[in-house]
């Protein structure tokens, strides 16, 4: 394909065209809406992890300024919530942990709406809390929910290839061993917010900041109960969401019921501590992991067993082995793999989607465990994944079928940037690990697809109008681009019109690092559709065969002629529908990527039309006495396909980094019986600038078939190796292994103190 | 939850006569407003309760720093990265220069006050043990006239102080340090920036003759208030300077605090921590009291 400098805006560095109206405050987030008449919905909230309640609101409602109190009795009809459908949106009679909504009020200001949360009676009647996975799995253990006698979800994985445990048996070199992965919170900068008003009874429009409004909109009617035809999801602009907004939750449909209740708009608007305490976390788990290799260092055998903390109902955070099951089966080539995943009820908080989506907590343990084996095999861990190495042309146990794939390059690539083999200092470590992840869309529904209208008007403005959503990740910056590029108009010549189920083509939603892959492609056809139209119009005018006009930079010439005789895309345009049975120059393109469902029971098919790699490598520091961890430089080294915006990857890169450094040495929700002891962004602590290391990032174009111009997804990629790449040299530091994140000081003191 | 800040009445006298006469008649239900970075965290947390802010904002000099006499006076109102980035300071200790970067966030730092830092009286605080190690008073204006309270025995318990109803803490008057003596601060968290105290370790030596004529060591975040390690300092009296006198020093501490368990680290880790800091800040205080940059 096509050479970099080939491309007058692809690759280059261009700030995001949203940074401008952002970083002035000019952008209208949820919590800046104003709406007339809007009052402000607030929800009362368990004051125990598990128990039986009364509730008694009659206090409440008589509080002036209060408009509307509801509870489970108010609205009987609504429908459960979360993909297992386990979880009303107001609890009835029982709670199973204190994020677990009890009661709401809509009031003429926040302050009335605490006052009347305040005065709202509840009476509990403790039950025993379930707070630990063991615990809940035991005989006696009490029992959450009706439905789960056992407090195991019905759903579980078992995806097999091969005879693992046969080729476990027979390795020349074996090891085990458990990690465990802590709770995380995305800590959005914006947290959640909702406001809805309803014209007449079956009239609704949502203000949203959902990263899926179409499948919002389908939830909504589901539990509410009315068509969603009749339903509207404007996206506010969104302040971040990294898989937090992934799913509808009690909150959004509280706000519904609020504003039906009182005829008038409602929002909800969550302040930090609610955020850490009722939004979705990262899923936690405990996972074992076994490797068998031979004497030469060919992995034989994988078994990776884990058992996930679901808290009290399900959100996606349940579904995450499914993508678990990408790495297990098929980061590096393993002949016989099994995985095994069960789900735990408990009376602690639960969790959805997060970046990476189960991928980070698999790569830790299964990178931290081949290390581990390399050591008893007694080879170098470089050695031993070069003897391993995924290729082009694979196809996997879980039948990933690998086209482009730069794991060599990028493992070859971030080692020497990191100086893998100079000698290390006392206390000094060195390490590194690998990743895989869908980089070309993932098939998780029926529809993996995007739609994308462009069109151009009179002034050579294009528009591009999509279902796709921004949550900061700079997709619309990556769309103008390919616009830009298409059709050699300038960037700010072009906007983006997104947010807006009424107008905004069904768009699976922003997951799966697959906005910039599938609403690439829908946009880069689009606009060669468009162009293919602008091309006959302007041959038509000059007279000639199309094939003989020539498109650069946004002029159109004849062959042989020179540009300066051309016509610009806006004179071409008019031309076409100033007349009688005129056009108008826009095409619709919808792109639904080759990929496949998996079978639900097998995990088997081809889940993403393309693979990302990457490779993470740092060079730490450990401190002796206190157990601090100092990463002294981290290189990234990522098969991105194709670089489309280079300022914007390294943005993504160098956000993921600093969110796999929080994972691995900091992040870390602390729960004491079901009660979260640290939900602020004090004690609860985020990287900072000042703890970042100085960073490298190598990107590898391995110029994907499939990729709009080669690129594959990248938005997940940069933290889900972080991890794994960090507690490696921290090994090699300490000569101890942790397989608990995060890495604290205090834990890697008491590791060296194992050591000695 | 705390979205909503309560109704409260802010008063802003222009002297501290009306400040002292506002907090007596206001009682228990005013607080003293100065940066404001914990207390307004507390009142939307709903942790202090009061109707009433008295603000010193308008009250003139109370951010001052200046010499008297021999000694060093810094205004209550004035904020960490002003005494961070004052001259008079850096000359005269510059292990407060320390400890002011060390708290929270350069942000922060911009409205938080010597005085709040003092008078909130939070055992993590990162600018009393310092203070303490090189013998600060406090001044403070009552209804009746002043008095002045030497800091170390100002702290009373977690967020309790020796201050009577209707004083203000006007300023922090620091002696003129002894010849040949050095001091430091070394502080452990979690993180290099808006991180609260693991543990934090102030140390001031004293050299003659090659031998440490007088120390003191206080220890912040380990104790119900910053306190002085004195048997740890007696320790080194008249001793010569080495990393097993340190080390010896640094043991005694360990058992003059009394860390507990929270968040930020068990009371047994806090334990090690105390001691490597006391060590480190040993070592710090006697090359800067030899006049050798620190490390």
């Known amino acids: 394909m096509t050479e970099n400098n ?63 109190v509801i509870t489970a009795e108010t609205y009987p009809h609504v429908k459960n919530l979360g993909f297992l459908q386990d979880n009303p949106a107001l609890k009835k009679g029982k709670v199973c942990s204190y994020r677990d909504e009890i009661a709401a009020v809509a009031a003429v200001n926040p302050e009335t709406a605490e006052d009347a949360i305040n005065a709202i009676e509840v009476e509990y009647e403790d039950l025993p809390n379930v707070c630990d996975i063991e615990f809940a799995c035991m005989e006696n253990a009490p029992v959450l929910h009706e439905h789960a006698p056992d407090n195991i979800l019905k759903h579980r994985y078992d995806f097999v290839h091969g005879d693992p445990e046969k080729a476990l048996e027979e390795a020349d070199f074996k090891v085990t061993s458990t990690y465990r992965l802590q709770y995380v919170a995305h800590c959005c900068m914006e947290p959640c917010f909702a406001a809805a008003q309803w014209d007449g009874p079956d009239r609704l429009t949502v203000y949203s900041t959902t990263q899926i409004p179409h499948l919002m909109q389908r939830d909504l009617g589901r539990v509410l ?65 076994s490797h068998g290799c031979t004497k030469d260092g060919k992995l034989t055998a994988r078994i990776f067993d884990a058992v996930l ?5 399900s959100s996606w955070g349940a579904t995450t082995p499914h993508i678990m099951a990408n790495p297990v089966s098929s980061l590096y080539k393993v002949e016989n793999v099994r995985m095994k995943a069960k789900m735990v009820y408990t009376n602690n908080a639960y969790a959805g989607a997060f970046r990476g989506y189960g991928n980070p907590q698999a790569t830790f343990a299964i990178e931290s465990n081949l290390d581990e084996l390399a050591k008893v095999a007694g080879i170098d861990p470089l050695e031993l994944r070069r003897r391993n190495f995924n290729e082009p042309g694979e196809t996997t146990p879980q039948d990933l079928k690998i086209t482009t794939c730069g794991m060599k390059e990028c493992t070859e690539a971030a080692v020497e940037a990191i100086d893998y083999d100079k000698p290390l200092e006392e206390w000094e470590g060195v390490g590194f690990a690998n990743m895989i992840h869908v980089g070309g869309g993932a098939r998780i529904y029926l529809s993996d697809g995007s739609g994308v209208t462009v069109k151009v008007d009179d002034f050579g403005r294009v528009v591009i109008i999509t279902g796709a959503t921004e949550i900061g990740q700079g997709t619309d910056t990556a769309m103008a681009m390919i616009a830009s590029e298409e059709l050699g108009v300038p960037l700010e010549n072009i906007s983006i019109l997104n947010s807006d189920t009424d107008y905004g083509m069904w768009d699976a939603g922003v997951h799966a690092s697959r906005t910039t892959f599938i609403v690439g492609n829908a946009t880069l056809r689009a606009c060669r559709m468009v162009k293919e139209q602008l091309i006959e119009a302007a041959a038509k005018k000059m007279k000639i065969e199309p094939g003989k006009v020539v498109f650069e930079k946004g002029v159109f010439y004849p062959e042989g002629g020179s540009p300066e005789d051309g016509m610009k895309v806006d004179k071409v345009a008019r031309s076409m529908h100033f007349r009688r049975q005129g056009k108008h120059p826009m095409a619709t393109y919808y792109y639904d990527p080759p990929n496949e469902l998996q079978d639900m029971k097998t995990l088997k098919g081809n889940v993403s039309s393309t693979y990302a790699y990457g490779t993470h490598a740092c060079r730490v520091k450990v401190d002796p006495e206190t157990g601090k961890v100092k990463i002294l430089k981290f290189v990234a080294a990522h098969d991105v396909g194709k670089v489309i915006n280079r300022q914007g990857i390294e943005g993504q890169l160098h956000g993921g980094i600093a969110q796999g450094i929080g994972y691995a040495l900091m992040e870390d929700m602390v729960f004491e019986d079901g009660k979260l002891l640290n939900p602020n962004l004090l004690d609860y602590k985020l990287v900072m600038a000042r703890d970042m290391p100085p960073m490298e990032l190598i990107f590898i174009e391995t110029d994907d078939p499939e990729g709009p111009y080669g690129a594959k997804g990248i938005g997940e990629a940069g933290l889900i190796p972080t991890a794994a790449a960090i507690a490696n040299a921290v090994e090699s530091a300490i000569g101890a292994r942790i397989r608990d994140l995060p890495i604290t000081p205090e834990k890697v003191l008491a590791a060296i103190r194992g050591v000695k | 939850m705390g979205l909503t800040l309560p109704e409260i009445e802010i008063h802003e006298p222009e002297n501290l006569k009306e400040a002292c006469a506002l907090l007596k008649k206001l009682g228990r239900n005013a607080r003293i407003l100065a940066g404001g970075t914990d207390l307004i965290v507390d009142l939307k947390e709903k942790r202090a309760k009061v109707s009433h802010l008295v603000s010193l904002a308008e009250i003139v000099d109370i951010d001052r720093i200046k010499k008297d006499g021999k000694a060093l006076s810094i205004g209550a109102g004035a904020t960490a990265n002003r005494i961070a980035a004052n001259s008079m300071v850096a000359r005269f200790l510059p292990a407060l220069v320390d400890a002011c970067n060390s708290m929270a966030s350069y942000h922060i730092r911009n409205l938080a006050t010597i005085g709040g830092n003092i008078a909130s009286a939070v055992p993590s605080a990162d600018l009393p043990p310092i203070l303490i190690v090189a013998d600060a008073k406090v001044e403070l204006q ?36 002894p010849k040949k003596s050095g001091s430091s601060y070394h502080k452990f968290a979690l993180r290099n920036a808006t991180a609260l105290a693991v543990a934090g370790v102030a140390a001031r030596v004293e050299m003659e003759k090659g031998l440490i004529k007088k120390a003191a060591i206080a220890l912040g975040a380990v104790a119900p208030t910053p306190k002085l390690a004195k048997r740890a300092a ?62």
């Open chain 1, 6 to 68: 080939e491309y007058n805006v692809i690759g280059k560095r261009v700030p995001k065209v949203d940074a401008r109206e952002k970083a002035t405050g000019a952008a209208i987030f949820g919590h800046d809406l104003r709406l007339p008449g809007m009052l402000e919905g607030k929800i009362l909230r368990s004051k125990r992890a598990h128990a039986n309640f009364t509730i008694d609101i009659s206090k409440a409602e008589k509080i002036p300024g209060v408009v509307a």
């Open chain 1, 309 to 313: 903390d679901n808290g009290s109902n």
């Open chain 1, 225 to 289: 109960g009315i068509p969603a035809a009749h339903i509207r999801i404007k996206q506010m602009v969104i302040g971040g969401a990294f898989g937090s907004k992934l799913d509808t939750y009690p909150y959004e449909i509280i706000t519904c019921l609020l504003a039906k209740k009182t005829g008038r708009p409602v929002r909800i608007a969550f302040d930090r501590e609610e955020e850490f305490i009722a939004s979705v976390t990262r899923q936690p788990a405990v996972i074992t992991v």
């Open chain 2, 142 to 177: 009552g209804p009746r006239g002043k008095r002045k309270v030497k800091l170390e025995n100002f702290f009373k318990g977690p967020r309790r102080t020796d201050m009577k109803p209707g004083e203000v803490l006007t300023r922090i008057i620091i002696p003129a340090q």
């Open chain 2, 234 to 295: 007696a320790a080194l009296r008249k001793k010569k300077p080495s990393r097993e006198l340190f080390e010896k020093a640094a043991a005694i501490a360990v058992r003059e605090s009394k860390p507990i368990s929270d968040i930020r680290g068990s009371a047994e880790y806090r334990r090690d921590i105390v001691e490597v800091l006391t060590r480190r800040a040993l070592e710090d205080a006697v090359a800067r009291a030899r006049g050798k940059k620190r490390k």
